[in-house]
């Protein structure tokens, strides 16, 4: 069964302390891994898409980077507004396009 | 450039009553899947349309069913309502093949059963 993990649940920085957001996977055969954010009440904002292994991606204080069996997102001397839900998803071969397994997300709370 | 439209915004509705939910998609999308989020959770695939016709679908019931529209615009509707049917209900479009451009989600129906 395809299935996402997302740690830590939550996450607390101070304003430009760096870290990462892990995502764990297990699918039969990935068609692509996807990062979103989400803020409260808001449907997900696309951020990444990531193929193959060795794949890195970034975005201004942002970079996602995938394994055969996880993805991390990197955040950069982050600011307040990066504050939110970050969401990992996969698309798998077994799937049709479209069909997006998510996990339950990472809050990141980023205080000045 | 309008992204996805989703209306109503906000429902509330007393259990075993039906309910309908739409959403347009982005410009230049012919597909659309929909997604329940309960609260603290990620998303969770209902089904996804696709000229016209239901394409895949996920574990929901029957009591879940969709429609897409010549204009590729969709609806969800959700009969018998129960209290656990509570959530946000999202739509997302994208263009067929297209998946490396990512999966434009609407701001969701946060539907409350009473």
């Known amino acids: 069964e395809d299935q996402v993990t997302q740690s830590p649940e939550a996450l607390r920085l101070q304003e430009g302390e760096s870290s990462s957001l892990n995502c764990s996977y297990t699918?039969?055969?990935?068609?692509?891994l996807f990062w979103y954010r989400q803020d409260p009440g808001k449907g997900p904002e696309f951020l990444f898409t990531l193929y193959s292994a060795g794949e890195e991606k970034e975005k201004e204080r942002l970079k996602a980077t995938l394994t055969k069996k996880e993805s991390f997102l990197h955040i950069t001397a982050p600011k307040p507004e990066d504050s939110a839900t970050y969401l990992c998803?996969?698309?798998?071969?077994?799937?049709?396009?479209?069909?997006?397994?998510f996990g339950k997300g990472t809050k990141l709370s980023v205080k000045p | 450039d309008a992204g996805v439209t989703q209306s109503p915004t906000h429902l509330i509705k007393t259990r075993g009553q039906q309910v309908t939910l739409r959403c347009s998609p982005k410009?230049?999308?012919?597909?659309v899947s929909w997604y329940q989020q309960a609260l603290g959770q990620g998303p969770q695939f209902i089904f996804q349309?696709?000229?016209?016709?239901?394409?895949q679908r996920g574990n929901f019931p029957d009591r879940f069913s969709g429609h897409q529209f010549p204009n590729y615009s969709s609806e969800l509707n959700v009969n018998a309502l129960l209290l656990g049917d509570s959530a946000l209900y999202l739509c997302a479009s994208s263009l067929a093949g297209q998946a490396r451009y990512g999966y434009t989600f609407g701001s969701g129906t946060r539907l409350t059963v009473v």
């Open positions: 349309y696709y000229e016209e016709e239901e394409r």
């Open positions: 699918v039969s055969g990935l068609r692509g």
């Open positions: 410009s230049g999308h012919d597909t």
């Open positions: 998803a996969v698309e798998s071969y077994g799937g049709s396009q479209g069909n997006l397994i």
